[in-house]
C-alpha cells in the first residue's frame, strides 16, 4: 500500500495528504480504521476490502476500485460523506458495508450477488438500486433508506427480515424472481403503491404492515402468508392468490377497501 493520507511534517507543520493510491490485491482488515484524513481511494488491483478497513473514516467522498470483488463487513460504515462507490465487479457486500453513509448517493455493482445484513442501513441520501445480478437480501439490508424510491433486482430470490423497513419513498417493487420475503420486510413503506413478485411462495409476517398506499398485488404463486402480512394496507381493493393454502392471522386486518379475495 503506497499510503499518502498519514499526516507529515513540512517546516515544523503539519501537512496532511488526504489520498490514499492502493497497489496491492488486499486491504487487510481495519487498515485505515477511523483516520481522519482520507478523501479519496484509487486501488486499481484492489480485489478484496477488509472488514472495517475504512470503518468511520468522515472524510472520504469518493472509492474507484474497479476489480474489487468483496467488500468486508462494516468495511465502510459511518463514512458520512462517501457520496459514490464504483466498484463494477464486486459479488459480495458484507453486512453493515455501507452502514450510515448518509450522504450516499450512487451505488454502481452490476455483478453482486449477495448483500449482508444491514449494508446500507440508514443510506439517507440513495435514491435508486440497481444491482441486476443480486439474488440473496440479507436482513435489515436497506433500513430507513428515507429516498429510496426505485429498486431494480430482477434476478433476486431471497429477501431477508426488514429489508426495506420504513423506506417510506419506494413506491414499486418488480421482482419477477423472488420466492421468499422474510418477516416485515416492507413495513411502513407508506408510499408503496405496486408489488410484482409473480414467483413468490411466502410471505413473512408483517411483510406489508403499514402500506397504506398499496393498491395491486401481484402474486400468483403463494401458498403460505404470516401472521399481519397485510395488516393496514388501506387502499388494498383486490387480492388475487389462487394457490395460497396457509393464511396467518390478522393478515388483512385494517385492509378497509377490500372487497374481493
Known sequence: IRIADIPRRKNG???????????????????F????????VIGSKVKTIGNEAFSECKKLTTVDMPKVETIGDNAFNVCRNLTTVDAPNVKTIGKGAFWWCKELTTVNMPLVKTIGNYAFWECDKLTNVTIPKVE????????????LTTVDMPLVKTIGNYTFYECKELTTVDMPQVKTIGNSAFVECKNLTTVIMPQ???IGEDAFMGCEKLTTVDMPQVETIGNSAFMGCEKLTTVDMPKVETIGNSVFVECE????V
Open 257 to 260: 377497501n377490500l372487497t374481493t
Open 33 to 40: 480504521y477511523r483516520n481522519e484524513f482520507i478523501k479519496y
Open 136 to 147: 440473496t437480501i440479507r436482513d435489515s439490508a436497506f433500513v430507513k433508506c428515507k429516498n
Open 13 to 31: 507543520k503539519r501537512v496532511d495528504i488526504d489520498t490514499v493510491i492502493v497497489d496491492h490485491e488486499t486491504i487487510p482488515d481495519n487498515a
Open 200 to 202: 413468490v411462495e411466502t
